[in-house]
């Protein structure tokens, strides 16, 4: 038989008792941190990735199911993808108004990727360089080849053929 006194010890648990199970479970929150952190920023750039894609596919579509010329301007600094539509191709070609695609005006990269390498038409453009990406009513292209890399060095390449204006990636 138990004592009434020992019998109110067992029923809880000791301040160091919850002492040790709270510092564990901290040191566990930051140790597995980084890994949710990357899975995070890996879901993020993936979906940029298939938002630039679905950017230029609508572009094209757009290009072509309007009969004019459609841009999309790509800003390095802001890491900024913007698109136009040329409002009257006749009077003045040099005129553009934005366009929605994807029920926006254009796309951010996140801060994780960036594009280290951009060549159009097979010309190389400076990293600093604001481009211009064309895509013309007959479902054309000027060509366009992208590096984006991560933080981490994975890099994946965009390209846009010319002649289709089909776009693809791999890793």
Do not use: C, H, W
């Amino acid at each position: 038989m138990t004592r009434p006194g020992r019998q109110r010890a067992r029923d809880g648990f000791t301040l160091l008792e919850l002492l040790i199970v709270m510092i564990i479970i901290v040191i566990a929150a930051f140790a597995v941190r980084p890994t949710f952190g990357k899975a995070i920023e890996g879901n993020q750039e993936r979906t940029a990735l298939r938002q630039l894609v679905g950017f230029f596919q609508l572009a094209r579509t757009q290009s072509v199911a309007k009969g004019r010329l459609v841009r999309l301007t790509f800003e390095p600094m802001e890491a900024t993808f913007a698109a136009e539509v040329q409002t009257e191709p006749d009077r003045d070609p040099t005129v553009f108004d934005p366009m929605r695609l994807l029920g926006r005006s254009g796309i951010q990269l996140p801060d994780s990727l960036s594009v280290s390498r951009l060549a159009i038409g097979g010309q190389e453009v400076s990293a600093r360089d604001r481009a211009d990406i064309y895509f013309y009513p007959d479902g054309r292209t000027d060509g366009v080849s992208m590096l984006l890399a991560d933080d981490y060095g994975r890099e994946v390449l965009v390209e846009v053929s010319s002649a289709t204006g089909r776009v693809r990636f791999r890793e």
